[in-house]
């Protein structure tokens, strides 16, 4: 669905040279040493894959206990995208503070893209955190971080906080009217089913995240304020965000009430659903962006999820967002980051079972959500570095900003037109990408022809059939350009015309010219195709001389088997002897007699053997 079999093949790149770093929960803690079945599958790098031998570099895994082994799974698909890529592992499971420490030891183990999957509900909504400030510090460095956008579809509301003139029996302070217009409504109704949910309520005062001027509290509540549940806390000096985890066990319809205990500053305030499913039955179009924390940071570059199939390589144009893909739009200080920055696939397999529905029934687990898209586009990354250092020398190189200009920009659109926040700049294209910086090798897979005609004797007008062509295709015979002009017909045909030819495998090619701006190792001469691959017999007459009036000799000759590979002897060519027999029993004749006139006479096979 990113079509990265085009950039693999057409461009000749796996990512070779370049080290992906993979930060997620664990790699290799489930019972059994999975990770080294994996190796010998083929699905990860290591002494035992036959082709790619380095080993996964393991910084730190999860240290308590099993976990589901996501960052694996992760790695399976960058090694799908980008084989030859180097990775490294660090978990980012244990705090957000190392978690931050683990991205600056990716950069310092040589990364030069890193990408994660990790949400912390404790990273601030309304600024920079730890987190981000990592990112935007290995970013500055070179290295190309993509983060997963999350799972959170819309499931948020921000606002400044709007004092009403009412509250609910007793509770002190003020709440917010949710009503920008006409009668106060302190009340946000929704509606919830069976099931555990987490809902994340922060807050921006300007004193900071970690010490507040200001309390907030969140509240499930009835019509007439009496409260169901709040888990709140004084936070005057400490961190701006109260968290409220509840279960359900019967759907029904209940309200969110905010309260500020304490604190009269102008404050904007967040809340994000980060489980439950919860439907929100009014207030629903006021800033419904759940892309935050890192994932909102100006530097990383974040990656929304299109299931797989819901793509144009499966018939499906536009491409269709997830439903549960984060939305972007979150404020960082008035300023709108942009997010998310595209999307990349999801629910494609790997043999790490994260307990997934099985979309196609196969043996193979299927992985879901922005966890799968990310590292997708991370593994492109790879294939973009590889190409830089080889079409334009091993110094070049693309930096963060360059990366997601060129991914945003050759990315197939998908909502609005243009950016948006539900899906960015659209699904990346790979292909598309690698043509913005050299021209793919074309392959070639069939020639068409009238059959009537017969190669060598008549001119034949051809169509060569295949992958990667461009718009400066020509078809090149037996190694030179045709005289006739070459005619492109999309990106998969090319057609012309060849003359007459003694040869017997003449080759036809397609020739794609170099970028105007690489070294030339772009592009060049496809693979060969052939009118026919039929084994020939030669027979190769040796030349003989004789006077005026003396009898005719003996002919005599060497054979032996052509095709378009190989040139062998009869002997080697696996023919049974009366094969050979027969062959060499063919009458070798001359039109000249004994007394013909001096001269040069041809000699050959005769015509009248059957």
């Known amino acids: 669905s990113l079509y990265s079999f085009i950039a693999r093949n057409g461009f000749l790149v796996d990512g070779e040279g370049i080290k992906i770093g993979v930060l997620s929960d664990s790699y290799n803690t489930q019972t059994g040493n999975l990770a080294a079945d994996d190796v010998v599958r083929g699905d990860l790098p290591g002494p035992a894959n036959p082709t790619y031998t380095t080993p996964v570099q393991v910084l730190q895994d999860y240290p308590y206990g099993i976990a ?21 592992f660090r978990t980012g499971l244990i705090n957000a503070k190392d978690f931050a420490n683990g991205i600056i030891e990716l950069q310092e183990a040589d990364c030069d893209v890193i990408v994660d999957d990790i949400t912390y509900i404790n990273e601030p909504f309304l600024n920079d955190g730890v987190v981000a400030q990592a990112v935007d510090s290995v970013v500055s460095l070179g290295v190309s ?20 003139t009412t509250i609910p029996a007793g509770l002190t302070g003020s709440a917010h009217n949710f009503a920008s217009s006409g009668p106060e409504d302190i009340y946000q109704n929704i509606t919830v089913v069976p099931g555990d949910y987490t809902m994340v309520l922060q807050w921006d005062d300007g004193s900071g995240f970690s010490e507040t001027s200001t309390d907030l509290d969140i509240y499930l509540a009835f019509d007439d304020g009496t409260r169901l549940f709040g888990f709140n806390r004084v936070n005057n000096g400490t961190a701006s965000i109260e968290v409220l985890p509840f279960t359900v066990t019967d759907t029904t319809n209940t309200n969110l009430l905010i309260v500020r205990s304490s604190g009269t500053d102008p404050v904007e305030f967040k809340y994000v659903v980060f489980r439950g499913d919860v439907a929100f039955n009014e207030y629903s179009s006021v800033t419904t962006s759940t892309i935050v924390g890192h994932a909102n940071s100006a530097s990383a570059m974040t990656v929304g999820a299109v299931l797989y199939s819901n793509t144009p390589a499966y018939g499906v144009d536009p491409p269709t967002i997830a439903s549960f893909s984060s939305t972007g739009g979150t404020l960082v200080s008035g300023i709108d980051r942009m997010k998310p920055d595209f999307t990349g696939p999801n629910g494609v397999n790997t043999n790490v079972d994260l307990g997934g529905y099985n979309l196609e029934g196969d043996p193979v687990p299927n992985f ?9 586009i991370a593994g492109v990354a790879a294939l973009l570095l590889e190409a830089k250092h080889k079409f334009y020398g091993a110094d070049s190189t693309i930096t963060p900003t360059m990366m997601r200009t060129i991914l945003q920009n050759t990315a197939t659109d998908m909502e609005a037109p243009g950016f948006d926040n539900i899906s960015g700049a659209g699904l990346v294209n790979s292909a598309d990408a690698l043509a913005t910086l050299a021209t793919p090798s074309p392959y070639v897979s069939a020639i068409i022809y009238d059959t009537s005609l017969t190669p060598g004797v008549d001119t034949i007008p051809i169509a060569v059939i295949g992958e990667f062509l461009t718009a400066e295709s020509e078809i090149y015979f037996n190694g030179i350009p045709l005289d006739s002009t070459s005619t492109v017909s999309g990106d998969t045909m090319v057609s012309s015309f060849i003359p007459p030819y003694d040869e017997n495998y003449p080759e036809i090619q397609v020739y794609n010219p170099p970028g105007a701006m690489t070294n030339g190792l772009d592009g060049g001469l496809s693979n060969p195709l052939y009118f026919t691959t039929k084994p020939t017999v030669i027979i190769d007459i040796n030349d003989t001389t004789k006077k005026y009036a003396e009898v005719i000799p003996q002919f005599t000759a060497e054979y032996r088997l052509e095709t378009p590979d190989t040139v062998i002897s009869l002997a080697s060519a696996g023919l049974s002897p009366a094969a050979i027999t027969r062959i060499q029993s063919i009458p070798l004749v001359t039109v000249a007699n004994d007394t013909s006139n001096v001269g040069l006479w041809p000699i050959f096979a005769s015509p009248d053997d059957p």
């Open 68 to 88: 589901t082994d996501e960052g694996r799974a992760m790695m399976h698909i960058i090694h799908d995208i980008a084989p030859g890529a180097e990775l490294a």
């Open 145 to 164: 971080y993509f983060t997963a956008a999350g799972n959170f579809g819309n499931k948020s509301y921000q606002e400044t906080f709007n004092q009403a």
């Open 368 to 376: 879901f959500g922005t966890s799968a898209a990310a590292p997708h």
